[in-house]
């Protein structure tokens, strides 16, 4: 029996919503395509005051897959994350979450959904299986219950010879591990994640993917936003890349890359007193796509031990030379540009 009582918990993905904020929802909810689509949103919507932050954005997340959303700061990432967790209705199109609707089934809805956000609220004051404890109640679960799960998760996220430890002392990457821990309580059918790894050196990140590659192996549904271009080509099935609050590309890493870029990257670094001259030139060189940056020069090629010998061809001598494959993040770059957004 799943039991659904829902305490009001801190809303994962920012601030509250005002009382003044009103769902909209254009249209009937249409069938969902096919049992395994878990969330379904069509010409999905958010408005704040004039601002646009989500612009009628269409995606169907299925069972069991690893599903990101990726785009520079503001590009309505969050905003649509926020949507998907029922803290902020959406202001328009259709939204559709394990079959309910976020507008009339929120509690119904979030009981079933587990929250990573990207600042850890753990109980700094409590021990690490207190937090545990502690959270799985607002469920309403069994004591009993609560205890197995507890045991079981901390022996998962590999907290087990800390679990009396206050959480104060403890590493970032093992409190990333205890907040995820803590939001599996609940024993999820999605698991929300924003920005899982923000701010953790490489071993912990690497720790934490290797959890999260776990609970997609037992069938927990996943969908995470990341600035880290490593971290989607490892945990994602599928995604899309947000600008401006569309979506400009969607697909797995592997085709993305091949859509968007070429096999391999030939990355030159001039003299930067050559640097400009050395640009004009390479404009005659066998690419499929140039980009001048200000630091090097980059080349789109298919083989990039025969573009470097072309580059030579042309009388150019790089002070450094580096080929290596194209990844999403070379995508990512030519889908949403490299000028900062603030």
Not at 52 to 74: H, Q, T
Not at 249 to 271: C, D, H, K, M, Q
Request: charged fraction near 25%; glycine fraction near 10%; aromatic fraction near 6%.
């Amino acid at each position: 029996m799943r039991h659904t009582k829902l305490f009001p918990y801190a809303l994962p993905f920012g601030g509250p919503e005002t009382s003044s904020e009103m769902p909209v929802m254009t249209g009937s909810v249409t069938e969902v395509s096919g049992p395994d689509v878990l969330i379904h949103a069509s010409g999905l919507t958010k408005s704040f005051g004039g601002a646009m932050a989500v612009a009628g954005i269409d995606f169907d997340l299925r069972r069991g897959e690893a599903f990101g959303f990726l785009g520079p700061n503001g590009a309505g990432k969050s905003s649509t994350m926020r949507m998907i967790g029922c803290v902020s209705p959406p202001s328009g199109g259709e939204l559709t979450i394990l079959g309910l609707s976020p507008v009339t089934d929120g509690p119904a809805i979030r009981a079933r959904l587990g929250v990573v956000p990207q600042e850890d609220t753990l109980d700094v004051e409590l021990t690490v299986r207190e937090n545990l404890i502690i959270y799985g109640r607002y469920f309403g679960l069994p004591r009993q219950l609560i205890a197995e799960r507890t045991e079981r998760l901390l022996e998962f996220v590999q907290l087990s010879d800390r679990a009396d430890d206050q959480v104060e002392p403890l590493s970032g990457g093992m409190k990333r591990r205890l907040t995820i821990a803590r939001s599996l309580i609940n024993e999820p059918e999605i698991l929300l994640l924003d920005e899982p790894t923000t701010g953790l050196d490489p071993q912990a990140r690497h720790a934490v993917w290797d959890r999260l590659y776990r609970l997609k192996q037992q069938g927990v549904t996943l969908v995470l936003t990341t600035h880290y271009m490593d971290e989607a080509e490892q945990l994602c099935d599928r995604l899309v890349v947000m600008d401006r609050g569309k979506i400009a590309a969607e697909g797995s890493p592997r085709e993305l890359i091949e859509r968007y870029s070429t096999p391999e990257v030939l990355e030159l670094r001039f003299n930067p007193a050559e640097h400009e001259q050395a640009s004009e030139k390479l404009a005659g060189a066998p690419a499929e796509r140039l980009e001048v940056l200000a630091d090097r020069i980059l080349l789109y090629i298919r083989n990039g031990d025969t573009a470097l010998a072309a580059v030579r061809e042309l009388g150019l001598e790089p002070l450094t030379s580096l080929v290596r494959r194209s990844t999403l993040e070379d995508v990512f770059l030519r889908l949403t540009g490299r000028q900062l957004e603030d």
